[in-house]
């Protein structure tokens, strides 16, 4: 028996290394793939000592920034068909948070004002100064609120994808992932369980990722290739952390509502109502002003933007013409 445990232990060591060693050689790999798919429109931005990645297209008088949601493995890629089109007529800035995508990681707590106030050092790195027109997904709801409602000389309006607000379920969960998975993550166990997913379909995970796609064919199959890699690597300490900040910066905003003068537009998914049943009432709840602030739901998964990229912009540029000023920089 013990040399039975003995050998067990062993091939448990030996493949954890092997895959630990996979892990570690491929992720750059996959970091500059990445890169090269972005291309000319990404950059790095210090901020706070490390590298943020942001891409900017098109150079209109309004700047509006992309923000993800929690998790988003590559959120420029995932951004990419929106941005696109909103960059006919707009400056659009999507903003990898650390943790996300080809940004480092950092130590900083990760609260609604860490976020905000390193993502407004970026668009000073980049020299684009305000207001913006913020665009969160997500959990960036929480993070635009704040803004909103400290910073709102900053804030021209906000349109948010489906993006959280103050609910019971949101303010009392407890962290989704338990810390332990960053050393999963960093010795490639999750990079494995793709690997195998991809083969098997047993745990679902790329069949999900798949399914939020929609129309598929605003991505190339390297893109969603790339895309589904960043899984490998954003369980890391940084996103574990905001998820286990995520109820505490819930209810810093419970009873938040957007400045009356503020334009703000919440384009809600019809499957989170289902998931929550607080979703658009806790929305409408936000609105001090009906007269320029509106929630309007759409058929589709929570990542709704992969699959309706034409309809969300052409519904943003419309609102934009109507109730937000350009300004020339």
Known sequence: MRRILVSLVSVIVVAVAISAGFHWWQTPRDKAAIENEIGSVHRYVEVDGHRMSVAVQGSGPRTIVLMPGLGTPEPIISFNPLAQRLAAQNTVVTVEPFGL????????????????????????????????????????????????????????????????????????????????????????????????????NYLGLVADYQESLGDA???????????????????????????????????????????????AMSILASSSLQADPEWESSHRAAISNSAIQQVTIMDGHHYLFHAHAAAIAEMTQQFLDEHVQTQRR
């Open 101 to 200: 995508g080809l940004s480092d990681g950092t130590d900083v707590p990760r609260t609604s004002e860490a976020i905000v106030d390193e993502t407004r050092a970026a668009l000073r790195e980049l020299g684009l100064g305000g207001p913006y027109v913020l665009m969160p997904h997500s959990i960036s709801g929480l993070y635009a609120m704040w803004w909103a409602t400290r910073h709102s000389d900053e804030v021209a309006a906000v349109v948010g994808l489906d993006d959280e607000r103050y609910t019971t379920d949101l303010a009392g969960s407890a962290p989704a992932w338990p810390g332990w998975m960053s050393a999963v993550t960093a010795v490639g166990g999750v990079r494995d369980l793709i690997a195998l997913d991809k083969g098997t």
């Open 217 to 263: 064919a605003e991505y190339t199959k390297d893109q969603q290739d790339l895309y589904l890699r960043g899984y490998s690597w954003v369980l890391n300490p940084t996103m574990l952390d905001e998820t286990a900040h995520e109820a505490e910066n819930v209810r810093e905003i419970k009873g938040a509502i957007f400045p009356a003068s503020m334009p």
